[in-house]
């Protein structure tokens, strides 16, 4: 009996340890895998996500905002014209392996990233660190780069100086693509470093364990973490592709919480007492881009009439269910100041004039072109195929037939900048900065525009001063100009500004979302999840 009654008591303590750590186990519901867990050698917001959790930046943003604040460096400071920046760094920082973080580890970062010819860099082994050449204008020696030249001060502080005067510089080395990493890893594992088959080495508020491509990542606390400690035991980032499968899941309890879902969900989960809804504030846009190296695209009338063959404004209606809005802006609403007012509050929709504009530009019968959507839900196109369904339907009506097509996310970023290139494909942009330099500099940035092949002199001028600026006043006079310019030449098309959908279950506390795109998850606590 005793023995009986021994046993029992063993069980009952073993489920209870169980319990205990599931309830301290966070999993969150991805929309897809990352591409990479190398910082500065991604574009996309899915493994910035992941990212976020492994490394620091030199400069962090303010929880739910994007007003910066320190983080791996204390304090940051220009020179009179904003061509040298100094960065003074955090002390007694180590990475997750053990190594210091100092001006050796981050000149090391900087320059694999920024200097081609770096031997840590991989060039030869397919990196291309492609964020630097779309954020920070090119590489070492390249005539358009921002970055002149690195330089160590001291053991913990470090200069960048620049070619060209920059306001927001500090904002942008603090955007989520440069994560300082271990040198000493990197140097280890190689040209492996980032993929599955390497340990990604950060300093950051989580530990990389393990990356099952396709499934998940697990991460755990760091327990040494200079900032705000996690308030769980362990992290899993799950994949999954499908937004109304994170859905079930969440309603299930086997995620705690995720993003983008449909916006068609919002009533769904209002109506279930498990789950709240969390809307993340709108800093994004989703466009359809017009590569000019295509025989028709390169018209200027053709653009503009596809333009004004699409319904922007019926088919926000249709696809956002209130959570995005139309108009003629690349930037969101929150910047609404860089906007000229020569511009109109929207495009003009307007069949009839668009297949006129066809014929009179020599297609009357209209012509074949193939439209890419990507195959996973992003905040700002949370059901790509249904919404380039109905772009194919518009350009239907006025004899334009296409053809949809899709493919594996990484290669789908990729060879969208592979010549010949995508006819038109959708893409869209979240922002890592709260300045409109980060949504033209990224999409026509002079390192930024391959996918178009439209680049002119003019424009680039105009994103100098921009860039300079220092007063918003300065600023806006650049980006109107921008606007106009960019809204006559229908290379990129604005969809959408959307306010993403994600949830939660009602136990997870402490989530703020950022209008950034993504946090790190280590203010979040679990209080009675079972």
Known sequence: MKKVLFKNVLLTAALA?????????????????????????ITDGISILVQRQIYDTLVDFKNGTTDPIPGLATSWKSNANATQWTFNLRRNVRFHDGTPMNADAVIFNLSRWWDKAHPFGFRDQGRTFEIVGELLGGYKGDATAVIKNIVKVDAYTVRVDLNKSSSVFPNVIGSGYFGIASPTAIRKDGAKYGTPASKAVGTGPFIFQSWRTGDRVVLLPNKLYWGQKAKVDQLVIRSIKDASQRLNELKAGTIDFTNDLTPDALRSVQNDKNLVAVK???????????????????????????????????????????????????????????????????????????????????????????????????????????IAEAIAADLSAIGVKVNLKTEDWAKYLEDRNKEPGFDMYMIGWTGDYGDPDNFYSAYYGPNASDDINWNPPELQKLLEQGRAATTQAEKAKAYAQIHEITYNANYRIPMVHSNPLSAARTYLKGWIPSPLGSEAYNTISLVGKK
């Open 280 to 386: 993340r504030p709108s800093f994004n846009v989703g466009f359809v881009s017009m590569n000019n190296r295509n025989q028709y695209l390169k018209v200027a009338k053709v653009r503009e009439a596809l333009s004004m063959a699409i319904n922007k404004k019926e088919i926000a209606e249709a696809f956002w269910n209130g959570l995005g809005v139309s108009n003629a802006s690349f930037v969101p609403p929150v910047l609404a100041w860089a906007n000229s007012s020569k511009v109109p509050a929207d495009y003009k929709f307007d069949p009839a004039a668009a297949k006129k504009m066809l014929a009179d530009a020599g297609f009357p019968n209209g012509f074949s072109i193939d439209l890419w959507y990507m195959p996973v839900s992003r905040p700002y196109f949370p059901t790509p195929k249904p």
């Open 17 to 41: 340890t169980l319990s205990s750590a599931s309830a301290a186990t966070l999993v969150f519901g991805a929309n897809g895998d990352p591409v990479s867990l190398e910082s500065a050698n």
